[in-house]
């Protein structure tokens, strides 16, 4: 199967990485989250209700919604701030070059294979952020960063919403005993699809480069 | 699954192929994504920070397995919008339009949201559940995107002294925000009674510049008959008021103007309800804000609180400050002695919380947390504040009059001069008869120092 896949390049202080990442993957995962399955007997269940809250951004100029689920914040918070620190500490160790790495958003579903194969994830949606790490010189060009930031990411939550409104494949609604090859149980109080998050570090590219010089170039010449 | 139930004339033309209860299903879906796409919208307006919890088991009233929490006015100003009637194919679109007003009577048109149906590309999908999760998808995206907008950003920002955000949700055609405008169709879901779509429109250019036209003049700018703009909000309430004495009904075309409360200063829904509103929109109209007219209230403030703070504790008395304190003083005087009766009778009709109960010198005191009136407030018990009192003999004037001089009551001031100017001569006549003996103890250190320096 072909994943739908999604790419997003963002040029960020080492401080905004966190809150840019949660926004953007709260997003698709509130898209992505229904209501906890109640099965009353097979093919005869209640759906939950799925919370939401606003969440303020420190760094960023933006304000974004989520599953108000503390599991799932949880989740979020520790894999963002994972992939904040290895960024910003290959940062510090290169004194201050920039660097850059990315972290996706995987949903998938589980195949089961027959005995004695193990069984399959196969993804179904993916959503990678490549992000660069660029550190400014002033008070005020962090200043005109953050906006600049909130906007960016405002336009990336407005594609979101137009992507996932689209006609496109979602794993159909399983039966009771498939229900965890689809959707992520272990939740008390909510059932997003099954998802991962994975993050990783690469040297930054020339494209990159470039196109953060031109972006930076831009937006400081105001 | 959701089982409110309201009156609505169904479009009357089946879809070929659906039955009487899946129409039914269709059409309810139609319409609770009405009521809770203006209720998102209108929330997120607020000022406020919008948080629901994730409930395992849902209440009849979470439509689409999303926690929203309808707010009853709204719901009522989408029904009057809707007159009873579903959106259909062809039918005008149901818009809800957020405006900003300032203090000065000025106003602009932030952003459009319009439900539309159009014709459908599918007619036999008859998923109910598909359906209905697709709704449920377009919810949330509305709900994420109305945070992206300038317009969220202003709401936190209001105050009846700036500007208040206004909302009016109608049945019509939206009007042109002007050529600073960015349009995106959020999303879109078929189903077999029509296509839903939700398209945003909001202006990316906040400034109240002479280049936004309309949107500048001022609210006593157009004569009474020149009121003819059927869109203009004014004009809303203009021709309701003009359709109430005439026994006129506004046409289905033009954009409805449900009550007096949706006028061009449609405050939002926790504004305060009934004749607050009337006077609010009253001052709109006068132009003209004085401190005597009292406190505004931003269209999204929580009106009850405020005005119960503010008339409480921040309405100064048209007193003298020294007079204002002693009143406070008295005050704290009085409620002590309110409190007494509470002792002595042995019980009290609502036992206060978090009671200390001390004995001392066969007296007992019953403090009652923040309300404590003896030990916290030394200054106001004692009622001998410097300068606290009202009369002129302590005030800061007199004090420093008092200790510009010596005060007579100084002991010296009673001695004859006579004496002390005798003292005096006959103490340095004895120092200059002793005048010897000090070069004497002189001159003794000086060898002193020279003998213990070699």
Same mark, same amino acid.
């Given at each position: 199967?072909?994943?739908?896949?999604?790419?997003?390049?963002?040029?960020?202080?080492?401080?905004?990485?966190?809150?840019?990442?949660?926004?953007?993957?709260?997003?698709?995962?509130?898209?992505? $989250? @229904?209501?906890?399955?109640?099965?009353? !007997?097979?093919?005869?269940?209640? #759906? /939950?209700?799925?919370?939401? =809250?606003?969440?303020?951004?420190?760094?960023?100029?933006?304000?974004?919604?989520?599953?108000?689920?503390?599991?799932?914040?949880?989740?979020?918070?520790?894999?963002?701030?994972?992939?904040?620190?290895?960024?910003?500490?290959?940062?510090?160790?290169?004194?201050?070059?920039?660097?850059?790495?990315?972290?996706?958003?995987?949903?998938?579903?589980?195949?089961?294979?027959?005995?004695?194969?193990?069984?399959?994830?196969?993804?179904?949606?993916?959503?990678?952020?490549?992000?660069?790490?660029? $550190? @400014?010189?002033?008070?005020?060009?962090? !200043?005109?960063?953050?906006?600049? #930031? /909130?906007?960016?990411?405002? =336009?990336?939550?407005?594609?979101?919403?137009?992507?996932?409104?689209?006609?496109?494949?979602?794993?159909?609604?399983?039966?009771?005993?498939?229900?965890?090859?689809?959707?992520?149980?272990?939740?008390?109080?909510?059932?997003?699809?099954?998802?991962?998050?994975?993050?990783?570090?690469?040297?930054?590219?020339?494209?990159?480069?470039?196109?953060?010089?031109?972006?930076?170039?831009?937006?400081?010449?105001? | 699954?959701?089982?409110?139930?309201?009156?609505?004339?169904?479009?009357?033309?089946?879809?070929?192929?659906?039955?009487?209860?899946?129409?039914?299903?269709?059409?309810?879906?139609?319409?609770?994504?009405?009521?809770?796409?203006?209720?998102?919208?209108?929330?997120?307006?607020?000022?406020?920070?919008?948080?629901?919890?994730?409930?395992?088991?849902?209440?009849?009233?979470?439509?689409?397995?999303?926690?929203?929490?309808?707010?009853?006015?709204?719901?009522?100003?989408?029904?009057?919008?809707?007159?009873?009637?579903?959106?259909?194919?062809?039918?005008?679109?149901?818009?809800?339009?957020?405006?900003?007003?300032?203090?000065?009577?000025?106003?602009?048109?932030?952003?459009?949201?319009?439900?539309?149906?159009?014709?459908?590309?599918?007619?036999?999908?008859?998923?109910?559940?598909?359906?209905?999760?697709?709704?449920?998808?377009?919810?949330?995206?509305?709900?994420?995107?109305?945070?992206?907008?300038?317009?969220?950003?202003?709401?936190?920002?209001?105050?009846?002294?700036?500007?208040?955000?206004?909302?009016?949700?109608?049945?019509?055609?939206?009007?042109?925000?002007?050529?600073?405008?960015?349009?995106?169709?959020?999303?879109?879901?078929?189903?077999?009674?029509?296509?839903?779509?939700?398209?945003?429109?909001?202006?990316?250019?906040?400034?109240?510049?002479?280049?936004?036209?309309?949107?500048?003049?001022?609210?006593?700018?157009?004569?009474?008959?020149?009121?003819?703009?059927?869109?203009?909000?004014?004009?809303?309430?203009?021709?309701?008021?003009?359709?109430?004495?005439?026994?006129?009904?506004?046409?289905?075309?033009?954009?409805?103007?449900?009550?007096?409360?949706?006028?061009?200063?449609?405050?939002?829904?926790?504004?305060?309800?009934?004749?607050?509103?009337?006077?609010?929109?009253?001052?709109?109209?006068?132009?003209?804000?004085?401190?005597?007219?009292?406190?505004?209230?931003?269209?999204?403030?929580?009106?009850?609180?405020?005005?119960?703070?503010?008339?409480?504790?921040?309405?100064?008395?048209?007193?003298?400050?020294?007079?204002?304190?002693?009143?406070?003083?008295?005050?704290?005087?009085?409620?002590?002695?309110?409190?007494?009766?509470?002792?002595?009778?042995?019980?009290?009709?609502?036992?206060?919380?978090?009671?200390?109960?001390?004995?001392?010198?066969?007296?007992?005191?019953?403090?009652?947390?923040?309300?404590?009136?003896?030990?916290?407030?030394?200054?106001?018990?004692?009622?001998?504040?410097?300068?606290?009192?009202?009369?002129?003999?302590?005030?800061?004037?007199?004090?420093?009059?008092?200790?510009?001089?010596?005060?007579?009551?100084?002991?010296?001031?009673?001695?004859?001069?006579?004496?002390?100017?005798?003292?005096?001569?006959?103490?340095?006549?004895?120092?200059?008869?002793?005048?010897?003996?000090?070069?004497?103890?002189?001159?003794?250190?000086?060898?002193?120092?020279?003998?213990?320096?070699?």
């Amino acid at each position: 199967m072909n994943a739908r896949t999604q790419v997003f390049e963002m040029a960020l202080e080492g401080r905004q990485v966190e809150e840019a990442v949660s926004s953007l993957f709260h997003t698709l995962l509130f898209h992505r $989250t @229904l209501g906890k399955f109640h099965y009353k !007997q097979e093919g005869n269940y209640c #759906v /939950g209700t799925v919370g939401y =809250e606003d969440a303020d951004c420190d760094f960023v100029d933006l304000t974004y919604v989520r599953c108000s689920s503390g599991d799932i914040k949880k989740i979020v918070h520790k894999e963002a701030t994972a992939f904040s620190e290895c960024l910003r500490s290959q940062e510090r160790e290169t004194q201050g070059q920039a660097r850059s790495g990315h972290i996706s958003l995987t949903f998938y579903q589980i195949k089961k294979a027959r005995w004695p194969f193990p069984s399959e994830s196969i993804p179904w949606e993916v959503w990678n952020l490549r992000m660069e790490i660029m $550190t @400014l010189a002033s008070e005020i060009e962090r !200043q005109l960063y953050r906006e600049k #930031v /909130g906007e960016l990411l405002a =336009e990336k939550i407005l594609y979101i919403a137009e992507s996932m409104n689209r006609p496109s494949y979602v794993p159909k609604m399983p039966n009771q005993p498939e229900l965890d090859l689809i959707f992520d149980t272990s939740f008390a109080d909510i059932q997003p699809y099954l998802f991962k998050i994975s993050y990783g570090t690469s040297p930054p590219s020339t494209s990159m480069g470039t196109t953060v010089r031109r972006l930076l170039k831009d937006t400081l010449s105001i | 699954m959701a089982t409110a139930t309201m009156s609505y004339q169904t479009s009357g033309v089946a879809p070929v192929g659906l039955t009487p209860q899946e129409q039914k299903d269709m059409e309810r879906f139609g319409k609770f994504l009405s009521q809770k796409m203006v209720q998102v919208i209108v929330q997120s307006r607020l000022g406020e920070k919008v948080c629901t919890p994730c409930k395992a088991h849902p209440s009849p009233s979470d439509w689409f397995n999303l926690g929203i929490e309808d707010i009853p006015e709204v719901g009522i100003e989408t029904r009057k919008a809707l007159k009873g009637q579903l959106l259909t194919i062809g039918s005008p679109p149901l818009c809800v339009e957020i405006s900003l007003k300032t203090v000065e009577g000025d106003s602009l048109i932030l952003e459009n949201w319009c439900l539309s149906v159009n014709e459908t590309s599918e007619p036999f999908n008859r998923v109910s559940y598909a359906v209905y999760s697709r709704m449920s998808l377009l919810l949330k995206s509305i709900i994420s995107v109305s945070r992206i907008t300038p317009a969220y950003k202003l709401s936190g920002r209001q105050g009846a002294d700036s500007f208040v955000l206004c909302y009016r949700v109608f049945c019509g055609e939206p009007h042109g925000l002007g050529a600073s405008t960015k349009n995106c169709t959020i999303g879109q879901v078929d189903t077999p009674i029509g296509l839903y779509s939700v398209v945003l429109s909001y202006r990316t250019q906040l400034a109240l510049s002479p280049k936004d036209g309309a949107m500048l003049v001022k609210s006593d700018h157009f004569d009474q008959h020149f009121i003819g703009d059927q869109y203009s909000p004014r004009l809303c309430r203009a021709a309701h008021h003009k359709g109430d004495r005439g026994g006129e009904s506004s046409s289905g075309s033009e954009p409805v103007a449900s009550d007096e409360s949706q006028d061009a200063c449609r405050l939002f829904v926790n504004s305060p309800p009934g004749n607050k509103v009337a006077e609010y929109q009253n001052l709109l109209q006068q132009n003209r804000y004085s401190f005597d007219d009292g406190p505004k209230f931003g269209a999204f403030a929580d009106p009850s609180s405020a005005r119960r703070n503010l008339s409480a504790e921040f309405v100064l008395p048209e007193l003298p400050l020294p007079t204002f304190m002693k009143i406070k003083s008295l005050k704290d005087v009085k409620k002590e002695n309110e409190q007494r009766p509470l002792v002595t009778g042995g019980s009290a009709l609502v036992p206060p919380k978090d009671i200390d109960v001390t004995e001392n010198a066969n007296q007992t005191n019953i403090s009652t947390g923040p309300v404590s009136t003896s030990d916290e407030f030394v200054m106001v018990e004692s009622l001998k504040t410097p300068f606290a009192e009202g009369d002129s003999s302590h005030d800061v004037g007199a004090f420093f009059r008092e200790c510009q001089s010596a005060p007579v009551s100084l002991q010296s001031f009673n001695r004859s001069s006579g004496i002390a100017t005798h003292e005096i001569g006959s103490q340095l006549e004895q120092f200059e008869k002793d005048l010897e003996g000090y070069d004497d103890l002189v001159q003794s250190l000086c060898i002193d120092s020279d003998e213990s320096g070699k």
